[in-house]
């Protein structure tokens, strides 16, 4: 035998050893009566044995070489499954499968059993686990900070049509990745009042809370490709800090002596879904300073103990705020600074600024975070005096610099003094950070211009773009095997280190027909696992040769899945209305979560089944047209469903959706984009070639100028068009939903009086592009040759193109 077939032979025989050890001693199972999901977990624990070997490795260098630390710190990881992730990093992937084998265990079989960590809601969370794995992958010593959720996102049920939201337990199984560090925990403050006490200069102030919480730290290893390099996700748990009230509860007040432990593990009980607006914002704001205490803390601590010296600081960390939610650290931060370490105010003012950076994610002006004073106040005491404080010195500073505008003041105050007095977290957040960045180009630009465009007057240089990204080990080897081994076949191994600059070189071949072809076949496999997989979850069958038109996001009125309806039912007159037309076979696939309190997003899933339906049982349609609503969208839902789309919808309303990931996700995989010239969608475009995209509708500066003209009614751009007239006028009556025909009459109103998100306003153009999409799709030549240039130009949007940015411009570490 090669020595070569030698070593991997060991690697296998070591591998199945391992597992059967972790089966027997940790699981506590004999393999002749183990359950398939003992076999998940001896697997899991083997594999992360060979972590844990990578990863201290790495703890120890990081150490001895004191390099700058960067600390990611984020209210959301949305994860998904870590399972093939590790492994296939790790390398071990075949080595896996292989000794599985031959344990009569089936990998494919076992890696389903993993519940999806979906701590995080969308978007925001996703991005944050793609940096993750790229900041591994590049070797920047990265530790991501956040909250260990006992329950993420809500599992999304589809009940006659509705969304019904259910708890999701991923815990319930326990969780093989994680290490427990109960010795590693931190007491949290609420509450309480604050004294003063004079000394030589500066005061000395106390902060006596009221109510001590107790963050435990939950560490998971998170592997970079080929084992790079492993950093570690650290997850705080709360705890209560008191005993247990045995008085109390022998006293007969079972829940009583309870109470308190309830309260403060309620911290950690569950995600906080986004758009929630009213309810439950106090404990909002206790999970925010909960998890931004802890995570200073602990970095300060391991900051003094390896460096000694606060004024290192800027040198030695970096935190990255994800959006405003860890924003509450510009005013923790100075307050361990000033009143646990006495450092001078201004001192520890250049301290806080160099070390912080923000990331922005959002302009909606219902997603810029506030909180209520009183509340504050109530709760966190001495940060409220250091804001004002901020505040007091921040104006001065103006003025000093002879601004003096009533106006410019009044918005760049931390204060909002409108509606009861509230703390603006986005301006705590930009002035408490050396950097402030958007997501894409657009959404950069549209941050200068209105939402901190007087911020950007003052601090020119601070805010910077840095274009979102996403892990192509997940998002193309994982997700896509098959087309990763073509492409590995035609631009060689090297592809799989460095995708981002060798996807492009994938150019030169797209008028060669047999790639084209064989491209083509993969796809097709792709659909076919799609269509059995749609088969098994909701018993419908599908064509897989028809065009797969995709929208999978959450659903919001911006990212207009409406638009997408509308034009579904449109379609669906044109083929009832010739019946004998060759029409384009189309199969429309739709999934994604609304927050549980947006009723209107709701009603919009209720539309999608209603429609879905209808569509699904006329025959006189012949199977042309077929909609697929899958419920529960999820990251291991997407990795199924993106490589087997052949249309991405990217049709958010110009100017609102900040970047979006998922229409990277999807001409990564080869599918063509129908979109606006929205978040990163504008900048696929220079990359992809305008011939290779299908965009419309109106840009951000026309929306901007219609809606400065006041509400924008619907009703003329449907008077002007009578398809769209129609389809509205169908809904509105109830050809969709006969069981209650008023169901839609306010949602189809709604659109006639103020069409806020442009979707009568864009219809027609919408209309129109999609059929510029069916006449690329009848010349199979053309529509091959654009999706492999969709994939050969999407390579700059790996997350390790954005990492290195963040990485040399923003954190000061790598060259
Ligand atoms: C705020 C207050 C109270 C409760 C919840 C929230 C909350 C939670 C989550 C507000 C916003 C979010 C999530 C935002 C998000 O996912 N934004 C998306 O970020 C992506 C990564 O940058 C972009 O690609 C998307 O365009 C953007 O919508």
Same mark, same amino acid.
């Given at each position: 035998?090669?020595?070569?077939?030698?070593?991997?032979?060991?690697?296998?025989?070591?591998?199945?050893?391992?597992?059967?050890?972790?089966?027997?001693?940790?699981?506590?199972?004999?393999?002749?009566?183990?359950?398939?999901?003992?076999?998940?977990?001896?697997?899991?624990?083997?594999?992360?044995?060979?972590?844990?070997?990578?990863?201290?490795?790495?703890?120890?260098?990081?150490?001895?070489?004191?390099?700058?630390?960067?600390?990611?710190?984020?209210?959301?990881?949305?994860?998904?499954?870590?399972?093939?992730?590790?492994?296939?990093?790790?390398?071990?992937?075949?080595?896996?499968?292989?000794?599985?084998?031959?344990?009569?265990?089936?990998?494919?079989?076992?890696?389903?059993?993993?519940?999806?960590?979906?701590?995080?809601?969308?978007?925001?969370?996703?991005?944050?686990?793609?940096?993750?794995?790229?900041?591994?992958?590049?070797?920047?010593?990265?530790?991501?900070?956040?909250?260990?959720?006992?329950?993420?996102?809500?599992?999304?049920?589809?009940?006659?049509?509705?969304?019904?939201?259910?708890?999701?337990?991923?815990?319930?199984?326990?969780?093989?990745?994680?290490?427990?560090?109960?010795?590693?925990?931190?007491?949290?403050?609420?509450?309480?009042?604050?004294?003063?006490?004079?000394?030589?200069?500066?005061?000395?102030?106390?902060?006596?809370?009221?109510?001590?919480?107790?963050?435990?730290?939950?560490?998971?290893?998170?592997?970079?490709?080929?084992?790079?390099?492993?950093?570690?996700?650290?997850?705080?748990?709360?705890?209560?800090?008191?005993?247990?009230?045995?008085?109390?509860?022998?006293?007969?007040?079972?829940?009583?002596?309870?109470?308190?432990?309830?309260?403060?593990?309620?911290?950690?009980?569950?995600?906080?879904?986004?758009?929630?607006?009213?309810?439950?914002?106090?404990?909002?704001?206790?999970?925010?300073?909960?998890? /931004? +205490? @802890?995570?200073?803390?602990? =970095? %300060? &601590?391991?900051?003094?103990?390896? *460096?000694?010296?606060?004024?290192?600081?800027?040198?030695?960390?970096?935190?990255?705020?994800?959006?405003?939610?860890?924003?509450?650290?510009?005013?923790?931060?100075?307050?361990?600074?000033?009143?646990?370490?006495?450092?001078?105010?201004?001192?520890?003012?250049?301290?806080?600024?160099?070390?912080?950076?923000?990331?922005?994610?959002?302009?909606?002006?219902?997603?810029?975070?506030?909180?209520?004073?009183?509340?504050?106040?109530?709760?966190?005491?001495?940060?409220?005096?250091?804001?004002?404080?901020?505040?007091?010195?921040?104006?001065?500073?103006?003025?000093?610099?002879?601004?003096?505008?009533?106006?410019?003041?009044?918005?760049?105050?931390?204060?909002?003094?409108?509606?009861?007095?509230?703390?603006?977290?986005?301006?705590?957040?930009?002035?408490?950070?050396?950097?402030?960045?958007? /997501? +894409? @180009?657009?959404?950069?630009? =549209? %941050? &200068?211009?209105?939402?901190?465009? *007087?911020?950007?007057?003052?601090?020119?240089?601070?805010?910077?773009?840095?274009?979102?990204?996403?892990?192509?080990?997940?998002?193309?080897?994982?997700?896509?095997?098959?087309?990763?081994?073509?492409?590995?076949?035609?631009?060689?191994?090297?592809?799989?280190?460095?995708?981002?600059?060798?996807?492009?070189?994938?150019?030169?071949?797209?008028?060669?027909?047999?790639?084209?072809?064989?491209?083509?076949?993969?796809?097709?496999?792709?659909?076919?696992?799609?269509?059995?997989?749609?088969?098994?979850?909701?018993?419908?069958?599908?064509?897989?040769?028809?065009?797969?038109?995709?929208?999978?996001?959450?659903?919001?009125?911006?990212?207009?899945?409406?638009?997408?309806?509308?034009?579904?039912?449109?379609?669906?007159?044109?083929?009832?209305?010739?019946?004998?037309?060759?029409?384009?076979?189309?199969?429309?696939?739709?999934?994604?979560?609304?927050?549980?309190?947006?009723?209107?997003?709701?009603?919009?899933?209720?539309?999608?089944?209603?429609?879905?339906?209808?569509?699904?049982?006329?025959?006189?349609?012949?199977?042309?047209?077929?909609?697929?609503?899958?419920?529960?969208?999820?990251?291991?839902?997407?990795?199924?469903?993106?490589?087997?789309?052949?249309?991405?919808?990217?049709?958010?309303?110009?100017?609102?959706?900040?970047?979006?990931?998922?229409?990277?996700?999807?001409?990564?995989?080869?599918?063509?984009?129908?979109?606006?010239?929205?978040?990163?969608?504008?900048?696929?475009?220079?990359?992809?070639?305008?011939?290779?995209?299908?965009?419309?509708?109106?840009?951000?500066?026309?929306?901007?100028?219609?809606?400065?003209?006041?509400?924008?009614?619907?009703?003329?751009?449907?008077?002007?068009?009578?398809?769209?007239?129609?389809?509205?006028?169908?809904?509105?009556?109830?050809?969709?939903?006969?069981?209650?025909?008023?169901?839609?009459?306010?949602?189809?109103?709604?659109?006639?009086?103020?069409?806020?998100?442009?979707?009568?306003?864009?219809?027609?153009?919408?209309?129109?592009?999609?059929?510029?999409?069916?006449?690329?799709?009848?010349?199979?030549?053309?529509?091959?040759?654009?999706?492999?240039?969709?994939?050969?130009?999407?390579?700059?949007?790996?997350?390790?193109?954005?990492?290195?940015?963040?990485?040399?411009?923003?954190?000061?570490?790598?060259?």
């Amino acid at each position: 035998m090669p020595q070569e077939h030698q070593e991997h032979a060991a690697r296998i025989a070591e591998f199945r050893d391992k597992v059967l050890y972790k089966l027997t001693y940790s699981v506590g199972k004999d393999p002749e009566h183990a359950f398939t999901h003992d076999w998940f977990e001896a697997v899991a624990l083997a594999t992360r044995d060979y972590l844990v070997d990578d990863w201290m490795g790495n703890t120890r260098r990081m150490y001895a070489s004191g390099t700058k630390r960067v600390y990611y710190l984020s209210l959301e990881f949305l994860i998904g499954r870590l399972l093939l992730d590790n492994l296939s990093n790790l390398g071990l992937l075949e080595v896996a499968r292989e000794a599985l084998a031959g344990l009569d265990v089936d990998i494919d079989q076992i890696r389903q059993l993993e519940p999806d960590a979906a701590l995080g809601n969308g978007g925001l969370g996703r991005l944050a686990a793609c940096f993750m794995e790229s900041m591994a992958t590049l070797g920047v010593a990265a530790h991501g900070y956040g909250i260990r959720y006992e329950h993420g996102l809500f599992r999304q049920a589809i009940v006659d049509g509705w969304q019904q939201e259910q708890t999701e337990s991923w815990l319930d199984f326990g969780n093989p990745w994680e290490f427990e560090r109960p010795e590693v925990s931190y007491l949290i403050g609420f509450g309480g009042s604050v004294s003063a006490i004079p000394g030589e200069g500066e005061p000395r102030h106390f902060w006596h809370w009221a109510e001590g919480v107790r963050a435990v730290a939950y560490d998971t290893p998170i592997a970079g490709w080929r084992g790079n390099s492993v950093n570690t996700l650290r997850l705080w748990r709360a705890r209560a800090e008191g005993e247990l009230h045995l008085e109390r509860f022998n006293a007969g007040d079972h829940v009583g002596a309870v109470e308190e432990e309830a309260r403060a593990e309620a911290i950690s009980r569950v995600l906080y879904p986004a758009d929630s607006t009213e309810a439950g914002q106090e404990l909002r704001l206790r999970q925010e300073y909960f998890f /931004v +205490s @802890a995570s200073l803390q602990d =970095l %300060m &601590r391991r900051h003094l103990k390896q *460096h000694g010296d606060l004024d290192l600081l800027p040198q030695k960390a970096a935190i990255q705020l994800n959006d405003t939610h860890p924003a509450i650290a510009v005013a923790e931060l100075m307050r361990i600074l000033v009143d646990v370490h006495a450092v001078p105010w201004s001192r520890a003012w250049q301290l806080t600024v160099g070390t912080l950076a923000y990331t922005n994610h959002t302009l909606l002006p219902e997603a810029l975070e506030t909180w209520s004073a009183g509340l504050m106040e109530r709760m966190l005491p001495r940060h409220m005096q250091i804001i004002y404080l901020i505040n007091a010195e921040h104006i001065d500073s103006l003025r000093a610099r002879d601004i003096h505008d009533f106006e410019l003041l009044r918005a760049v105050s931390l204060i909002e003094e409108d509606q009861g007095r509230r703390v603006r977290m986005g301006n705590l957040a930009f002035l408490g950070s050396h950097s402030v960045n958007g /997501v +894409s @180009a657009l959404h950069t630009e =549209l %941050m &200068r211009k209105t939402v901190f465009s *007087h911020l950007h007057a003052l601090y020119p240089q601070r805010i910077n773009s840095k274009t979102n990204g996403i892990t192509f080990r997940r998002w193309l080897f994982q997700a896509n095997p098959r087309l990763t081994a073509l492409l590995v076949e035609q631009l060689g191994e090297e592809l799989l280190d460095r995708p981002d600059e060798l996807l492009v070189n994938l150019r030169a071949d797209a008028d060669k027909s047999a790639l084209r072809k064989r491209f083509a076949e993969q796809r097709q496999l792709a659909k076919l696992s799609l269509c059995s997989l749609v088969q098994d979850r909701i018993g419908l069958q599908l064509d897989p040769s028809a065009l797969f038109d995709v929208q999978v996001k959450r659903i919001h009125e911006y990212k207009r899945q409406l638009l997408n309806l509308l034009h579904t039912v449109a379609l669906y007159q044109a083929m009832r209305d010739e019946p004998t037309t060759a029409w384009v076979p189309r199969v429309k696939i739709l999934a994604g979560k609304a927050a549980a309190s947006y009723q209107q997003a709701k009603l919009v899933i209720k539309l999608a089944n209603d429609i879905a339906r209808t569509i699904n049982h006329d025959p006189t349609l012949r199977g042309q047209l077929k909609v697929v609503f899958l419920p529960n969208y999820n990251v291991s839902l997407a990795e199924q469903i993106i490589p087997a789309a052949d249309l991405s919808e990217q049709i958010s309303t110009a100017g609102m959706e900040a970047s979006g990931t998922s229409n990277m996700k999807f001409a990564l995989n080869g599918a063509l984009t129908i979109g606006t010239l929205d978040g990163a969608n504008v900048e696929m475009l220079e990359r992809i070639g305008d011939e290779h995209m299908f965009i419309f509708g109106l840009n951000a500066r026309q929306v901007e100028m219609r809606r400065q003209e006041g509400p924008v009614a619907g009703e003329v751009a449907i008077s002007a068009s009578p398809r769209l007239h129609e389809v509205l006028q169908a809904i509105r009556s109830g050809v969709f939903s006969p069981d209650d025909p008023a169901r839609y009459t306010g949602l189809v109103d709604s659109l006639i009086w103020n069409d806020h998100f442009m979707v009568c306003a864009d219809f027609d153009a919408y209309w129109q592009a999609q059929a510029e999409v069916e006449e690329r799709w009848r010349d199979p030549r053309q529509w091959w040759r654009s999706a492999l240039m969709n994939c050969a130009g999407t390579g700059w949007f790996s997350s390790d193109r954005t990492i290195r940015e963040y990485a040399r411009e923003i954190w000061g570490v790598l060259e």
